[in-house]
Each structure stands twice: as structure tokens, then as C-alpha cells.
């Protein structure tokens, strides 16, 4: 099972600034093994934020986004104490679920 | 863990893997919808063929595309920061392409609104490249550069 991420949202002004670090491997599926085998190819396809029920970021994701990925993004309509939800998604279909609170 | 089920699950990929999760109830139907991976797009391998799988055409270069937080040299290829913002109205989409990675496109935002059209993330890059911020707004698309050099490459290796 995947690690945990790593959520902050913080109130700045009238808008929420959400940063994450997820725990994921990002294998790009061209690196080769001692044996010269290819390692196969495992990364987080789809990120999506939701708050409120409502989505305030998705993204799609290839191969090329660094290992243990970084994200921030700013959205307006957050309050103190509301909790944002993150989901990834990677390409063997594993899936993770944070939430996080606004402070 | 069922092995059948697995190599199903691997060999779906994109769209079927999504419709497999979503009859297994893992994900909602309308969730899956939203979240379709679009496969062709991530092995486009050229600007103009990305462009095609993203459904545009020809991108028009925009002053109102701001890299920040982004090196002029990244010592390590495997974690470049890559930070873009729009000021164009209507923004609903920003992707970032890596000219020469393997495949060009690194990810896709979508970007609803209330969300401010600025973003941050880390990207793989194998040498050094020109990165592109492609940006939809209002149905139409508009791109900037970036040369980012590379000491260490993050591809391979």
C-alpha cells in the first residue's frame, strides 16, 4: 500500500494555497536493471483536489513528473477549517486518498 | 491478489482500466470520466503531434505565460522545479512539455474556475531542453518556452 501524503493548506488572503507531496516510485518504464531487463514503467496517471465536493484541480500526469512528486496550486473559496480531499491514481490502478484541513 | 485480474488491470491501461475500476466500484462513473488518462497524447513524441491528441492547433505565443521558481540550470535532471502561471482570461488548461524527453508531454492541469491559473510541480528532464507551458483559454491555445539546461540527466541513467 502506498505511503501517505503529505498535505498543507494554508488561508492566504481569499484564496487557499494547497501543497502536496505524494510518495510514489515514478518509474519512467526506460531505465534498465543490473540484468539489463527493463524496468516496467509505474507512475501516478491521475491527481484530482476536490473541496466541498466540488473539484478544484485535476491533472494528468505521465512518466516524466519527478519521483515522490511535488504539487501546489491556489484556489479561492476555502475557509478555515474546510478539508481538501487529493486522490491519485497511477497506470497498475493503485489509488490513494488524503484529506487534509485549512489552517 | 488475483493474477488474471492484475495482468487485465496492466494491460488495459487509459480509458478501459478506468471503465474496470469504475464497474469494480473503486471509482465513481462521473470521477472516471473526468480522470480518462489520454494515452496518446502522453506517447506523442513531437509538439505538433501532442497539439493533435490535446485537440488544438497551431499554439500562439503568449507574453501573458510566466515561468517562475524555474532554474536557468537544473544541476539535477531527475527533480526540475517547474512553476507557470497565466494571466490570460478564461484559463482551463495548462500543460508542460519537455521538448526532448522521451515522450513530450510531462502533465496535464486542468484548471476550474476559482483556481488560480498557477501552479507548481517537479519534472523529469534527460538533458537539456526547451520547456514548453502550453496554455487553453477560451478554447484556444497559446505556448511559452523556457531553455532549462541540464548537468545531470534524470532520464535513463
Known amino acids: ?70 504539487l501546489s496550486f491556489k484556489f479561492k473559496g476555502g475557509a478555515k477549517g474546510d478539508k481538501i480531499t487529493i486522490t491519485w491514481v497511477d497506470n497498475k490502478g493503485d489509488k490513494r486518498t488524503d484529506e487534509a484541513t485549512i489552517s | ?51 493533435k491528441e490535446l485537440g488544438g492547433g497551431e499554439p500562439a505565443q503568449s507574453k501573458d505565460i510566466v515561468f517562475f521558481q524555474t532554474p536557468d540550470i537544473a544541476e539535477n535532471g531527475a527533480v526540475v522545479p517547474i512553476g507557470v502561471s497565466s494571466s490570460i482570461p478564461k484559463t482551463e488548461s ?18 476550474p474556475a476559482g483556481t488560480e491559473p498557477a501552479l507548481t510541480t517537479r519534472v523529469k528532464m534527460g538533458q537539456t531542453s526547451n520547456i514548453y507551458a502550453l496554455v487553453k483559454a477560451d478554447g ?12 545531470l540527466g534524470g532520464c535513463g541513467g
Do not use: C
Open chain 1, 1 to 70: 500500500m502506498a505511503e501517505p501524503m503529505k498535505i498543507r493548506a494554508n488561508l492566504v488572503g481569499d484564496s487557499t494555497e494547497v501543497k502536496v507531496l505524494m510518495n510514489h516510485e515514478m518509474e519512467t518504464g526506460q531505465r534498465k536493471d543490473a540484468q539489463g531487463k527493463t524496468i516496467p514503467a509505474w507512475f501516478i496517471q491521475n491527481v484530482t483536489a476536490t473541496h466541498d465536493g466540488k473539484t478544484v484541480l485535476s491533472a494528468q500526469w505521465g512518466p516524466a513528473v519527478s519521483k515522490n512528486p511535488f
Open chain 2, 94 to 111: 495548462i500543460a508542460i512539455l519537455i521538448e526532448k524527453n522521451p515522450n513530450m508531454l510531462a502533465a496535464n492541469f486542468d484548471i
Open chain 2, 1 to 51: 491478489m488475483n493474477r488474471k485480474r492484475r495482468e487485465v488491470l496492466n494491460t488495459g491501461g487509459g480509458a478501459g482500466l478506468l471503465a474496470l475500476l469504475a464497474a469494480a466500484g473503486w471509482v465513481k462513473p462521473e470521477t472516471a470520466l473526468a480522470q480518462a488518462w489520454n494515452k496518446a497524447a502522453f506517447e506523442s513524441h513531437s509538439m505538433a503531434e501532442t497539439m
Open chain 2, 140 to 151: 484556444k491555445y497559446y505556448v511559452a518556452a523556457k531553455e532549462v539546461k541540464v548537468t
